[in-house]
């Protein structure tokens, strides 16, 4: 496929991507720039077609196909990847003690080999297993770069987006509370470590509709998706200046730390470990490796929300927010 062939191709020629995962932040943002772009037609899969959010996607011209991102649905994933020219594939978060993303990552992209997908475009990360020698637990990484080799070994052209942390994780996940009037960050990195940041729901779009738009340049390669490196110290003082609300830092890289903010979490002794682990390699080892190119999204979207941009564009205000 070429861009030539895109701009040629009338409404129902243009290239059709599927998207897994297309109510969640990375999917819904693809969707929508994908839509936007005018240049490729849109398929989802979710269990939530009838929702107001998938409604809307709908009227924007999107595809939405009821099925479940788990286990044992081969024969419906390849139903739904019949007819696409890419899909862009991502595995859910599944929290330990359940270990499938792998398994499920092989099976979506047997699927879409299955049905004829000519290119593949997967929400990877590292592999920390092998790049710790198994000193750092973060099988949310490690199972999502065996699914990226696995994806390496089939005949179809295979491309991978690795997302920086979420901006979003200190709504969704690890919210700030208010304590004496004041809001307390329980961030999960220490203090003034930089680490890569970004807006799933504004900068996986740019990315994917980059890839496929352009997939022989993109063919093998492995890019970073960035907003900002930015230390835990740096987002709570600009949650200050934008808001105007008071506001401090408060560590939740330790254990004792962790568990004193997210006392929730001790029934889940694994879970804890994978959020420890995975801070503990980013910190120790870089989140990204020395190989991958960290200024790529930020070159092909200048307007990639940093975090500040990031609060004034949302008017975020400290509140717990679910996507
Ligand atoms: N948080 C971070 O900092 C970060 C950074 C890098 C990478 N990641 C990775 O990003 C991925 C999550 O991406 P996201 O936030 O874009 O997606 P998401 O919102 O977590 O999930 C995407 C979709 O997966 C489906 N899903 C989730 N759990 C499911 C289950 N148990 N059974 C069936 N379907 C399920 C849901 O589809 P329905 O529409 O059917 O409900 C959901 O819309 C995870 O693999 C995570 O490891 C996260």
């Known amino acids: 496929m070429s861009s030539y062939f895109i701009e040629k191709s009338n409404q129902n020629d243009k290239p059709l991507i599927t998207v897994v995962g297309i109510m969640g932040k ?10 936007e772009s005018k240049q490729f037609r849109v398929r989802g899969i979710t269990r939530r077609a009838n929702s107001a959010e998938a409604v809307e996607l709908i009227k924007q011209g999107a595809e939405l196909i009821n099925v479940p ?3 044992g649905h081969k024969a419906q994933f390849v139903a739904a990847f019949l007819g696409s020219y890419g899909v862009f594939m991502v595995t859910p978060s599944i929290a ?4 499938h993303e792998m398994e499920l990552g092989k099976e979506l992209a047997d699927a879409a080999v299955e049905a004829g997908v ?7 990360l590292e592999n920390v297993d092998r790049i710790t020698k198994g000193e750092k637990f973060a099988p949310h990484f490690t199972d999502k770069a065996l699914v990226e080799e696995y994806i390496r070994t089939l005949p179809i052209v295979s491309s991978f987006i690795y997302m920086a942390f979420f901006y979003t994780n200190l709504m969704e996940f690890y919210t700030p509370y208010l304590k004496d009037g004041q809001f307390v960050f329980p961030i999960y990195l220490p203090k003034d470590f930089r680490a890569p940041f970004v807006d799933p729901l504004t900068a996986t779009g740019p990315a994917v509709l980059e890839i496929f738009t352009n997939p022989a340049e993109y063919a093998g390669k492995s890019l970073p998706v960035i907003g900002e490196f930015i230390s835990p110290q740096e987002m709570v003082d600009a949650f200050v200046k934008v808001t105007g609300k008071e506001a401090v830092y408060s560590s939740a890289f330790t254990r004792e730390d962790f568990l004193r903010h997210f006392p929730g979490f001790a029934s889940n002794e694994s879970l804890i470990n994978e959020v420890l682990g995975m801070a503990a390699y980013a910190v120790e080892f870089g989140y990204f490796q020395k190989d991958k190119d960290l200024s790529w999204s930020r070159k092909i979207n200048p307007g990639t929300l940093n975090w500040e941009q990031f609060l004034r564009t949302t008017g975020w205000q400290g509140e717990k927010i679910s996507y």
């Open 118 to 124: 000519k290119h593949i475009l997967f929400s990877s």
């Open 96 to 99: 330990p003690p359940h270990t």
């Open 26 to 35: 990375q999917g819904l943002s693809v969707a929508r720039t994908l839509l």
């Open 69 to 71: 991102l788990d286990l």
